[in-house]
């Protein structure tokens, strides 16, 4: 298969999500990989809310009832289909990256990106809880 290996299925959590930095050209993005029904899902990893909110600072974002949590406002999205059911961004929608699921690795399946590491952008970031939108 052509698709870029991002990580392994056993290191995405069951009650929390997995952090991953990708890169598109110059442009490094945050993306959160999620379980649902023994798939995984890919979101970016901003608040449709407010866009410089992070749903995962560095060590995995909160689930309520199975949804992902953003803490900010308490918005929660469905893990299958990044619906926010709930909070100030009701009836948004996270934005998706295409994975797949195969031999017990997540893969990447959109060639616009390309995996750069496992955790956030940066160690800045992690310690700060905001990130950067140079130019965006
Ligand atoms: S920033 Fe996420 S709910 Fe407000």
Do not use: Q
């Amino acid at each position: 298969m052509d698709d870029e290996r991002i990580a392994s299925l056993e290191d995405v959590p069951d009650d929390s999500t997995l952090l991953v930095t990708l890169r598109n050209g110059f442009e490094k993005v945050e993306v959160v990989l999620t379980r649902f029904d023994g798939d995984v899902a890919a979101w970016k990893n901003t608040c449709p809310h407010w866009s410089d909110v992070r749903l995962d600072k560095g060590s995995g974002a909160e689930l309520r009832d199975g949804e992902l949590l953003c803490t900010r406002h308490g918005a929660t999205f469905d893990t299958a289909s990044g619906h926010c059911t709930h909070g100030p961004c009701e009836g948004a929608y996270l934005e998706e990256i295409d994975v797949v699921v195969e031999e017990g690795a997540v893969y990447l399946e959109e060639s616009t990106y390309s995996f750069d590491h496992l955790g956030p952008k940066s160690d800045r970031d992690r310690s700060s809880g905001r990130i950067g939108f140079g130019g965006n």
